[in-house]
């Protein structure tokens, strides 16, 4: 099998690449413009038979303790239309596309990769926005409106390529922070990277096995 790891920094899967995996890598950047340009040129220049993401995240709320590392199972760019009467309103509330037009799923963009129910990893919803913060308005209008576990700046661009290219993918995220906290120190960044790149091994392992 033809295996693609994907994260936006070396940092994130640094144990992962210092065993100097046989599997190809891909570091493609921060944020989701990045990842889309990076990931699509990577896919049109190789078969791979699954694209695995791998990073940290921020956690709305006390569901994830840190540390913790979950498989993300849908996504949406959650800062892609407008906020209108303090209430944030996607493409679809706006009438701007149909939230069933390929590759979206009643708004979302669905992993319905079997391999996901073979993980013992919590499999949760996710967003990605352009911009994190520490506004708790923001937070708390992603919270009502998306009811999602885990923020980051890329998930969605590897489910929105990889849906549209019909190529299997995984996203891998370890909890690093709370969603709004930007005080480093309070963060746990080792610990969430070192679950990950033990989770992303055991994942790989779990793939091979068949």
């Given at each position: 099998m033809q295996m693609l790891v994907v994260s936006a920094t070396e940092l994130e899967i640094a144990p992962f690449l210092s065993s100097k995996p046989s599997i190809d890598f891909l570091i493609t950047g921060v944020g989701s413009p990045a990842c889309i340009y990076q990931l699509q040129k990577k896919l049109h220049s190789k078969t791979f038979d699954l694209v695995i993401q791998a990073g940290i995240a921020g956690a709305f709320g006390n569901g994830l303790a840190l540390g913790e590392t979950v498989l993300v199972q849908k996504?949406?760019?959650?800062?892609?239309?407008?906020?209108?009467?303090?209430?944030?309103?996607?493409?679809?509330?706006?009438?701007?596309?149909?939230?069933?037009?390929?590759?979206?799923?009643?708004?979302?963009?669905?992993?319905?990769?079997?391999?996901?129910?073979?993980?013992?990893?919590?499999?949760?919803?996710?967003?990605?926005?352009?911009?994190?913060?520490?506004?708790?308005?923001?937070?708390?209008?992603?919270?009502?409106?998306?009811?999602?576990?885990?923020?980051?700046?890329?998930?969605?661009?590897?489910?929105?390529?990889?849906?549209?290219?019909?190529?299997?993918?995984?996203?891998?995220?370890?909890?690093?922070?709370?969603?709004g906290e930007r005080d480093k120190n309070k963060w746990e960044m080792q610990d969430a990277i070192q679950h990950l790149n033990a989770e992303l091994v055991t994942i790989i392992n779990l793939t091979t096995a068949g």
């Open positions: 996504e949406i760019f959650a800062d892609l239309g407008a906020i209108e009467n303090n209430q944030l309103k996607s493409v679809f509330d706006m009438g701007l596309a149909e939230n069933n037009d390929t590759p979206y799923t009643n708004g979302w963009l669905v992993n319905e990769l079997p391999l996901l129910q073979k993980s013992n990893l919590k499999k949760v919803p996710g967003i990605t926005v352009n911009t994190v913060s520490d506004n708790k308005y923001l937070a708390d209008l992603y919270t009502n409106k998306y009811h999602a576990a885990v923020e980051t700046m890329e998930g969605a661009s590897l489910h929105y390529v990889c849906l549209q290219e019909k190529i299997p993918f995984l996203q891998l995220r370890s909890i690093s922070n709370r969603v």
